[in-house]
């Protein structure tokens, strides 16, 4: 399980920045406006339908209809992890897929579907590419500065090994960012550190990515629970604590298992009690948190007293072998003092400190809803907004699906991240003109990320607008008593293939609800467990691992970085089901989620 590392490699160094010509931005330009005015073409010429209801068994095989419902996200991560072509590719081949079997096997009007693939790449465009790239802009901005190498002697001045600055960054670190904004930004922000300590670029986005998984039920300040009560109508605050409680033992193993994945078995015991240091700070933390106060803030305290345990930890405890980033022994090398003074140690944290206090500030339920009223512009999806019917079991009732795109231009986090950068250039002395000039690269330098994103949360709105993603959920829901095991692997499917927990929870917290009164166990936890079950599956999102490739300067290599994730997801989504069985049926844990 752990890595091998090779003595004697060569220290990653930050990918030099790709320039854009004014050819290339002229093409860019021109691809976006004959995409638009295609788009309104087919419009145009395709007549508009009315309400039309999913149906989730289309060829009355329902076997048949699962496996023909898989084709997209077979298709797309096969493409990716088997054939390993370039990401965009994949995902136009997962996109076209989904359109096919859409319009052919269920029946959605074509207009519809179009409709569809143009909701989701927009999504994909705003928020989403709206948060990586101002953080990569911010990234690209301190190696320009060379205040990413001072940030990075400082880290090594707190622990100089390998393994506790994995622990301290791609866990606790990246906790932080995941409940203060999520939508990719701590996979983005973790990783380009981890590279900047000599980690490999691969390594790098995998750990990052298997490191973001307890935190993500209450990330972006709790949104995917309050979601989930959004669509089931169970109290936030019984979800939050049974999520809680269901996450406390992953919050506790997931920590070691990152190390023993990096560093061995070995490695990982050698530095056992940092790790339960960590885990459970975290873990207590979150679980007095989301029981007491509800989800709002759970991740930012729970990653807070992390990183304040651990650097006081490491203070007072240190382990007695020290591995470096690539996994070399340095214990018998006399380290250097950095030499950097504290006012350069400031000065190397500021853009990131930045970054954090105004990622929450804009997340703040007073100033964001603020923010949203003043400036946030909801548009109706023409040609989409209610005219899709969610039927049971999906759905209690025949509920028409709302497509509403929210143009929250001010409120949204990549906005924040985009001030934090902006003014962290400021700080660092750059003018407005290297601003400008740095803006344009990082925006020519993530183009394909940004097609890749798009297509991909195309891909998925496609799915769960024609109803492919709740027969696959379906599927799950035949299995009787063993529901909840398998109730658990729905939420891992929905946030794999919608790249969000909060959607997964939004698509199938209905579905767990119905089915698990039918079978006779605690609606309140299959309901909680399809959000535990869905922070696994983030870890393969294909839009996680796109942004973890960028950020990694690995794009491209999404495949590699897939096969590095997929069996240490699966495997712990299974673990998360096991667990939820036991709750289910098992007296001790029953009476914990008896509401």
Request: charged fraction near 10%; hydrophobic fraction near 55%.
């Amino acid at each position: 399980m752990g890595s091998n590392h090779s003595a004697g490699e060569p220290e990653t160094k930050p990918a030099p920045t790709t320039h854009a010509s004014p050819m290339s931005v002229v093409f860019i330009d021109l691809g976006i406006l004959v995409s638009v005015l295609g788009t309104i073409y087919l419009f145009k010429t395709n007549a508009a339908t009315g309400k039309w209801t999913q149906s989730y068994d289309p060829t009355g095989m329902w076997w048949l209809s699962t496996l023909l419902a898989a084709i997209p996200v077979i298709l797309l991560l096969g493409a990716m992890a088997i054939l390993r072509l370039k990401a965009h590719i994949a995902a136009f081949i997962g996109l076209l897929a989904a359109l096919a079997v859409a319009i052919a096997v269920y029946h959605m009007p074509p207009r519809l579907a179009l409709t569809t693939t143009v909701y989701g790449a927009g999504y994909g465009l705003f928020p989403i590419c709206w948060i990586i790239l101002p953080v990569i802009f911010l990234y690209q901005l301190t190696v320009k500065t060379g205040q990413f190498l001072a940030l990075q002697r400082s880290l090594t001045s707190i622990t100089d090994d390998g393994r506790l600055q994995l622990l301290l960054i791609a866990f606790a670190l990246g906790a932080f960012i995941e409940g203060a904004g999520g939508f990719g930004a701590p996979v983005a922000v973790c990783g380009a550190i981890l590279i900047s300590l000599g980690f490999r670029p691969i390594e790098a986005a995998g750990l990052s990515l298997i490191a973001n998984t307890a935190p993500v039920a209450f990330g972006s300040l709790g949104i995917p629970t309050i979601a989930l009560h959004g669509v089931t109508g169970i109290d936030v605050l019984v979800l939050s604590k049974v999520i809680a409680v269901i996450l406390v033992p992953f919050c506790l193993l997931v920590p070691f298992w990152l190390v023993w994945i990096y560093a061995g078995f070995r490695g990982m015991v050698e530095i056992w009690p940092a790790l339960l240091v960590g885990g459970g700070t975290f873990a207590f933390t979150q679980w007095v948190m989301a029981t007491y106060t509800g989800p709002g803030l759970v991740d930012i305290a729970a990653a807070t007293a992390t990183i304040v345990a651990l650097i006081v930890f490491f203070r007072f405890w240190k382990p007695k072998r020290v591995l470096n980033a690539r996994g070399e022994d340095i214990t018998s090398r006399t380290r250097a003092q950095n030499g950097q003074t504290p006012g350069a140690t400031f000065r190397a944290w500021l853009p990131w400190l930045t970054l954090s206090v105004l990622v929450f500030v804009w997340g703040l339920p007073r100033f964001s809803q603020w923010m949203d009223a003043k400036t946030s512009i909801s548009i109706p999806v023409g040609g989409l907004h209610n005219l899709v019917l969610r039927v049971p079991p999906v759905a209690a009732l025949p509920t028409s699906e709302a497509a509403m795109f929210n143009l929250n231009w001010l409120a949204a986090t990549g906005t924040g991240i985009m001030v934090a950068a902006v003014l962290a250039g400021f700080l660092m002395r750059l003018g407005l003109l290297a601003l400008a000039r740095a803006f344009v690269d990082t925006v020519f330098s993530i183009r394909f990320t940004m097609m890749t994103i798009a297509a991909m949360m195309a891909l998925g709105f496609v799915m769960r607008y024609c109803g492919m993603d709740a027969t696959l959920g379906l599927a799950f829901a035949r299995t009787g008593a063993l529901y909840p095991f398998f109730g658990t692997l729905i939420g891992w499917i929905g946030t794999a293939t919608t790249g969000s927990d909060t959607a997964s929870n939004v698509v199938f917290g209905s579905l767990q609800q119905v089915t698990a009164r039918q079978i006779g166990v605690s609606p309140a936890l299959m309901a909680s467990a399809n959000s535990a079950g869905g922070v696994m599956g983030k870890m393969i999102a294909a839009p996680s691992i796109v942004v973890a490739s960028t950020a990694t300067a690995s794009y491209g290599k999404e495949g590699p970085i897939l096969r590095f994730v997929f069996w240490h997801s699966l495997a712990l989504a299974a673990l998360v089901g096991v667990f939820v069985f036991l709750m289910a049926y098992v007296a001790p844990f029953t009476r914990l989620v008896a509401k």
